[in-house]
């Protein structure tokens, strides 16, 4: 059972890795004058990545707030994805509406940041240790 465990986090620090170093030229590219800001969270979703690889439940209290706000972020994401489909829905009413589908990329990253979240929460309070008295 503990490699068992032990392949799950590991995936877990691979899909940090991954992901982070996915978000980073997306990041840069279009983070405009925001991208010295926002690269901060790719790059601490690498760290964590890379920390629960060599500590493995060490990294718990850390990847529960991270993924906690994480999570609202993804969300608001989504959210707004879906408020530029809304929008774009009007203005192709109206004649316009080039850029209609704009939307779905963060309503499609939102839900994909918020499902590894969530399942990264998931994963991380089935691993914790239980706690005493």
């Given at each position: 059972m503990k490699n068992m465990?032990?392949?799950?986090?590991r995936a877990v620090a691979i899909g940090?890795?991954?992901?982070?170093?996915?978000?980073?030229?997306?990041?840069?590219?279009?983070?405009?004058?925001?991208?010295?800001?926002?690269?901060?969270?790719?790059?601490?979703?690498?760290?964590?990545?890379?920390r629960l690889w060599q500590s493995?439940?060490?990294?718990?209290g850390a990847?529960?707030?991270t993924h906690r706000t994480f999570l609202l972020i993804d969300v608001l994401l989504a959210a707004y994805g879906v408020?530029?489909?809304?929008?774009?829905?009007?203005?192709?009413?109206?004649g316009g509406g080039l850029l209609g589908a704009i939307g779905f990329a963060p309503?499609?990253?939102?839900?994909?940041?918020?499902?590894f979240s969530g399942m990264t929460l998931v994963i991380v309070r089935a691993r914790q240790e239980p706690r005493s008295g």
């Open positions: 465990s032990s392949r799950i986090l940090h890795i991954a992901i982070g170093a996915l978000l980073l030229p997306a990041v840069l590219a279009f983070g405009g004058i925001f991208a010295p800001i926002l690269i901060v969270g790719p790059i601490w979703g690498i760290a964590l990545g890379v493995g439940a060490s990294v718990f990847l529960r707030r408020f530029a489909l809304r929008a774009a829905e009007r203005s192709a009413a109206h309503l499609g990253l939102g839900v994909v940041m918020a499902s």
